[in-house]
């Protein structure tokens, strides 16, 4: 079946616009995930949805930072006012449930703030 | 807090030779620990997932073993190819029962002809 999808794959934009990152995860996977992959911090965590809610935010780095989940599939992270910083790989991650299943990631998207 | 660490940072091997990455963490009460391979530009690919219970997985030419007690894991694999290149990720999911994973820095594996 089809795998973890995002959108964009690649989005560069001017430090202060808004952007928007989307995942459509694994049909039938209830949890999702939101990793930010950059240079010198490796993998971090932003965010974890266990159906249209999110009971994990605490990777997220600032309050620019948001994201939603609707009807229990598809993911958007907002980025607001982006900052140069914010520049990274995003990846989205979706498993079967919490804990003891395995993630699945999608291709990613690379932004970049210019 | 959980850290998880990979040595070595490099390595390059010929083409058919069998070797063993490592990774380990600081805190002992994980609930699985999952092993990945990314190729550059690209996303994370799954390799093998191992729960809390057990002792290791094998997948192919992969073997990866996960030792609690000492906090480390290793990834074995057999006969090694060109096509293995690529970096070899380690991540344990955290506390919290969130399944937040915390990775490791990887081991960036180039397999030479």
């Known amino acids: 079946g089809a795998g973890v999808s995002q959108s964009p794959s690649n989005k560069v934009t001017e430090k202060g616009k808004d952007v928007e990152l989307r995942c459509d995860p694994i049909?039938?996977?209830?949890?999702l995930y939101w990793y930010r992959q950059s240079l010198g911090q490796g993998l971090e965590f932003l965010i974890y949805?266990?159906?249209?809610?999110?009971?994990?935010k605490s990777g997220l780095p600032s309050d620019r930072f948001s994201a939603e989940r609707t009807g229990g599939s598809v993911s958007t992270l907002t980025i607001q006012r982006t900052q140069q910083e914010d520049s990274a790989v995003y990846l989205c991650?979706?498993?079967?449930?919490?804990?003891?299943?395995?993630?699945?990631f999608g291709p990613g998207t690379r932004l970049l703030v210019l | 807090k959980q850290e998880v660490t990979q040595i070595p940072a490099a390595l390059s091997v010929p083409e058919g030779e069998n070797l063993v990455l490592n990774c380990s963490f600081t805190?002992?009460?994980?609930?699985?620990l999952q092993w990945f391979r990314q190729d550059p530009g690209k996303g994370l690919t799954s390799l093998l997932l191992?729960?809390?219970?057990?002792r290791e997985q094998t997948s192919g030419r992969l073997n990866a073993s996960l030792d609690k007690s000492s906090g480390r894991s290793t990834l074995y694999i057999a006969a090694s190819q060109p096509g293995d290149s690529a970096t070899y990720l380690c991540?344990?999911?955290?506390?919290?029962?969130?399944?937040?994973?915390?990775f490791g820095q990887g081991t960036t594996l180039q397999v030479k002809p």
């Open positions: 991650a979706s498993s079967l449930g919490q804990s003891k299943w395995a993630q699945y």
């Open positions: 049909s039938g996977h209830t949890a």
């Open positions: 949805f266990q159906g249209n809610s999110a009971p994990d």
């Open positions: 805190d002992s009460a994980i609930y699985n």
């Open positions: 191992i729960q809390s219970s057990q």
């Open positions: 991540a344990v999911f955290g506390s919290g029962n969130t399944g937040k994973l915390i």
